[in-house]
C-alpha cells in the first residue's frame, strides 16, 4: 500500500543545503501498521510530509495505492492521490483554524471534493470519533486536547482515504486520554481497513500499535524490525537499544 | 528539625466568565525536607499552580489563601518585597519545561549566566566583577557536562539545541546555591535519551549540594525512577502520597488507572485500559 525507495530529502540550498533523509527505504501492507522512530531531527516527520507533497525537493521513488506520488503530488492523479491518503499533526491546536466552527473543517475537504449528503457525513463522523452532532458548532479552543485530536482525525477520514499518516499523533495528550485516541485509532482502522505509517518518538506506542517499524538517526533508516523482535530485545544497533533503554516505562516491582 | 517547606492548606481559585467559582488547588498540604519530591497529575490537576504558590507569582486573578505556608521558617504570606527578593532566585529557584521561553532571546547565554550570579552577588551585600562572574559562570556549564563553554556562553538561545538550552538553565538555577529547586517539566520537550542524560545531571547536582527539589512532571514512571516521594494529584487535590519505590503498589485508583492505560514495549495489542473518573474522587475520598 506504501513503497518508499530509496528517498533521499534535502532542505535549503548552497552552503546552508542539509540532507534531512539518506536512502530511506520502507514498504507497508494494506491494512497494517508501520512505525517510525528515531529523535528529534532523525527525519521521521519528514519522510510522511515528502509523501504527501509538503517537501520541495526530494528524489528517489514514492508509491501509494498505486500511485507515483509524483503524478499525485501535481499530475493528473492529484485529486485521487488526495482522497487515498490524508495526514494527522502532533498539535491539533496548531493544525485546526482557530477561527472556524470544527464541523465545518471536517465537512471542508468533502465539500471540496464535491461529495454528497455533507450535512449526513459529517454526522457520522462525529459519532464514530466519540462525539456528538452538537460538537460541529464549537471552536477549537472550546474543546479538550483529546476531542480536538477526535476532529483531526475526523477531518483526515472525511474523504474515505485507504492510508493515513500519523505524526506524533498522542504525544501532546496525557497518557489517560493518550490511551482512548490509540484506541479509536484502532478501532477505525480494524473498521475501516486503513493503512496507518505512524511516526513517535514512543518506542511503547509504536510496539502497541505497529507490526513493524524502523529507528532513525541522522536521515537514515538504522534498523528494521518487527514487534515482536523489539518485544524480545532483539535490536541488533546500539542506538536502538539506547532508545528502548531510555522509554523504560515499567514501574519496578 | 524545621521542615524545608511546609504547606497546610492551600487553595487557589479563578472567578470563571458566568461569575462561578473554579478551585483549581483545593486543600493542599505538604511538608518537604532536602528530598525529591515528584508532583504528578494531568494538564489542569493543579501541580504548576501550586509550585508557582510557593513562589508567590500566581496570576493576578489568582485567590490564594493557606493555613499556613513557611519556607525554612519564613511565613511566605507575610513576607515583603524585599524578603521576597533574597527568597525567588537565591533560595527557591525554579526551571520551566521550554527554555527557548525561559531565556531572554535577544542576550547572550553567558550574559544571562553572569547576570545571575552578580544578582545573587548583589543581594548577599557583595560586589563581584564581571571577569570573576564570567569565570564562575565557565565553571558552572563545564559542571553541566557542556565541554566548550567559552563558545556556548557567545551564543544565543536560539543557537543552541532543547537539551543544550535545559542545561543552561539548570545553571543558571544552580549558581545561585537555592536551598529548594523547583522543576516543572522540565523534560518533557526532550528526546528521551537526553531526557536520561538531564535528569542525571540534575540528581547528581541536587545529592551533591544537599538540596530540595519538588519535581513536576506528567510522566508517572520517570517520577518514580528519580525521586524519593510522589504526591498524585487530581482535580487540585493530592489524591495520594505514596514512597516512589511503592509506585507499583498504589493504592488510589486513579494512580493504578494513569499506570494501566500506558502502552509497554511487548505488551498485548488490545485495547487499552481506559481511566473510568470518579466523582469521589473530588471529594478526596481514597
Not at chain 1, 522512530?37 to 498505486?66: D, F, H, N, Y
Not at chain 1, 524490525?225 to 542506538?239: E, K, P, V
Not at chain 2, 489568582?62 to 505556608?69: H, I, K, P, Q
Request: hydrophobic share 45%; proline share 4%.
Amino acid at each position: 500500500m506504501i513503497a518508499v525507495d530509496n528517498l533521499d530529502v534535502w532542505y535549503g540550498k548552497g552552503a546552508t543545503q542539509a540532507h534531512v533523509v539518506q536512502g530511506a527505504t520502507l514498504t507497508v501492507a494494506k491494512g497494517e501498521s508501520f512505525g517510525l522512530v528515531g529523535e528529534s531531527g532523525s527525519g521521521k516527520s519528514t519522510i510522511l510530509r515528502s509523501i504527501v507533497g509538503l517537501v520541495p525537493r526530494w528524489s528517489g521513488t514514492i508509491g501509494v495505492a498505486g500511485i507515483d506520488a509524483r503524478d499525485g503530488h501535481s499530475g493528473a492523479q492529484r485529486p485521487t492521490f488526495r482522497r487515498t491518503v490524508q495526514m494527522v499533526f502532533q498539535d491539533p491546536y496548531a493544525s485546526l483554524h482557530p477561527k472556524r466552527l470544527v464541523g465545518d473543517a471536517v465537512s471542508e475537504p468533502m465539500q471540496i471534493n464535491g461529495m454528497t449528503d455533507i450535512a449526513a457525513r459529517t454526522d457520522a463522523l462525529f459519532a464514530d470519533i466519540g462525539l456528538t452532532p452538537a460538537h460541529r458548532f464549537r471552536y477549537p479552543h472550546e474543546l479538550s486536547g483529546g476531542q480536538r485530536q477526535r476532529i483531526a482525525i475526523a477531518r483526515a477520514l472525511a474523504l474515505e482515504p485507504q492510508v493515513v499518516l500519523l505524526d506524533e499523533p498522542t504525544s501532546a495528550l496525557d497518557v489517560s486520554i493518550q490511551a482512548e485516541i490509540l484506541n479509536l485509532l484502532a478501532r477505525l482502522q480494524a473498521e475501516r481497513g486503513l493503512t496507518y505509517l505512524i511516526v513517535s518518538h514512543d518506542l511503547a506506542v509504536i510496539s502497541h500499535m505497529c507490526s513493524a517499524l524502523a529507528v532513525m538517526a541522522r536521515g537514515r533508516i538504522v534498523e528494521t524490525m518487527s514487534r515482536d523482535a523489539l518485544a524480545r530485545g532483539a535490536a541488533t544497533i546500539d542506538y536502538t537499544r539506547a532508545l528502548i533503554a531510555a522509554s523504560g516505562r515499567e514501574v519496578a516491582r | 528539625m524545621m521542615p524545608l517547606l511546609q504547606i497546610e492548606g492551600l487553595n487557589v481559585a479563578f472567578t470563571t466568565e458566568d461569575g462561578g467559582e473554579a478551585r483549581a488547588v483545593r486543600d493542599l498540604s505538604l511538608t518537604m525536607g532536602r528530598e525529591k519530591l515528584g508532583i504528578v497529575g494531568e494538564s489542569g490537576s493543579g501541580k504548576s499552580l501550586t509550585a508557582r504558590a510557593v513562589l508567590g507569582i500566581l496570576p493576578h486573578l489568582a485567590r490564594v489563601s493557606a493555613d499556613r505556608m513557611t519556607f525554612d521558617g519564613i511565613d511566605l504570606q507575610a513576607a515583603n518585597r524585599r524578603q521576597w527578593r533574597r527568597l525567588r532566585g537565591d533560595r527557591i529557584g525554579m526551571i520551566l519545561q521550554d527554555p527557548r521561553h525561559a531565556l531572554n532571546p535577544v542576550q547572550r547565554i553567558g550574559d544571562q549566566i553572569v547576570e545571575s550570579i552578580r544578582l545573587g552577588a548583589a543581594n548577599a551585600g557583595k560586589r563581584l566583577s564581571r571577569r570573576v562572574a564570567w569565570a564562575q559562570a565557565q565553571d558552572m556549564l563545564l559542571s553541566v557536562d557542556i565541554r566548550d563553554p567559552a563558545r556556548v556562553m557567545r551564543l544565543y538561545p536560539h543557537e543552541v539545541s532543547g537539551g543544550m538550552g535545559q542545561r543552561v538553565m539548570i545553571a543558571i538555577a544552580f549558581v545561585r546555591q537555592p536551598d529548594l529547586l523547583i522543576a516543572d517539566e522540565i523534560t518533557s520537550a526532550l528526546d528521551v535519551t537526553i531526557q536520561t542524560r538531564v535528569l542525571e545531571l540534575l540528581d547528581q547536582m541536587v545529592s551533591q549540594r544537599d538540596m530540595g527539589l519538588i519535581f513536576i512532571s506528567h510522566d508517572l514512571p520517570l517520577v518514580a525512577r528519580f525521586c524519593d516521594r510522589v504526591l498524585v494529584m487530581y482535580a487540585g487535590r493530592v489524591v495520594e502520597e505514596i514512597a516512589a519505590s511503592d509506585l507499583a503498589d498504589a493504592k488510589h485508583p486513579y494512580t493504578q488507572g494513569l499506570l494501566r492505560c500506558m502502552p509497554r514495549i511487548g505488551g498485548p495489542q488490545g485495547p487499552l485500559p481506559v481511566l473510568e473518573r470518579d466523582d469521589d474522587w473530588l471529594a478526596g475520598a481514597p
